[in-house]
């Protein structure tokens, strides 16, 4: 019975500093993911930080310039002499501009045609790229 308790407590002890050497091993990979997460961490902090701080500086209102337009010449009469320009622009309210060339214009700036349609996308047109080497010969439905 003696040599079977002996047996047991070996058992444990052998048990036990497994265990233990099982605890300090995690213990130290858990201090070495610390110690490389910490860098990490306050580098992202720091770069969030640094946008915040950037977008609270950018102005609320943007400075509009103005047009380049027209550089007239007058003689000491007040006559014009001459017109120099290399655009030359003629500011007209809104309400002069034709409708039709109103609506171009809002159309030029939307994106939404563009957005809207999913063909415009990769998903549709990646698999067909995909697939292409082995149709020689065959066009593919495209503008160019």
Known sequence: M???LSRTVRLLVVKATTLAGFLGVATLCGLLCAALAVPLLGSVAYGVSAGAKAVTRLPTTLAVPALKGRTRVYDRTGALV???FSENRVEVPLTRVAPVMQQAMSVSTSTAP???RARYG???TTPRAARAPGR???RSPSST
């Open 114 to 116: 563009w957005t809207s």
């Open 122 to 124: 990769l998903w549709p």
């Open 2 to 4: 003696r040599r079977a």
């Open 136 to 138: 020689a010969g065959r």
């Open 82 to 84: 001459a017109t120099f």
